[in-house]
């Protein structure tokens, strides 16, 4: 029994379990434009995107998860870890390059996620990154926001 706690222990360390908790790895999936999955060579974790909301379905949709695996797929990338979702992924903020582009303010830069309201505050983005990517998207007519595209 003693054995069993301890290997709890010794994993419980390596997984992010607090809010603020940095962790690392390579992207090996991009499931859609807000879920990728990446390996730390020790365990694989299913992270969501934090503070936007992408489409579904439909071109966007389309563009978006395209723009993400050209982002991050095969490469490192480090993750703010801010809590888990019902479906147990790690809601996060995803971070590649260095010194580190954040791939859900580039997605809502260019128009292919909204924020959601509130996220800034909530998730911890500083100066209102969202909002004002928001709205250079916006007025560029970028993705969601081009004349043509429903929103």
Do not use: H
């Not at 069993?4 to 940095?22: R, T």
């Not at 730390?40 to 995107?49: A, H, K, L, N, P």
């Not at 489409?55 to 695996?69: D, H, I, M, N, Y």
């Amino acid at each position: 029994m003693k054995g069993f706690i301890g290997c709890l222990v010794l994993l419980a360390g390596l997984i992010p379990v607090f809010a603020g908790d940095v962790f690392g790895g390579k992207v090996t999936e991009v499931r859609s434009a807000e879920v990728v999955v990446v390996n730390s060579g020790e365990e694989q974790f299913v992270v969501r995107i934090v503070g936007i909301a992408a489409p579904l379905e439909g071109p966007v949709a389309t563009e978006a998860k395209q723009f993400v695996t050209k982002l991050v797929l095969g490469k490192e990338v480090r993750a703010r870890f801010l809590g888990r979702n019902k479906n147990a992924e790690m809601v996060s903020r995803l971070f590649v390059g260095d010194p580190g582009t954040e791939v859900g303010l580039e997605l809502v830069r260019n128009g292919l996620a909204r924020r959601l309201e509130g996220a800034e505050a909530q998730f911890g983005y500083k100066y209102g990154e969202l909002s004002k990517a928001e709205n250079e998207a916006r007025r560029a007519g970028r993705g969601l926001w081009a004349a043509s595209q429903p929103n």
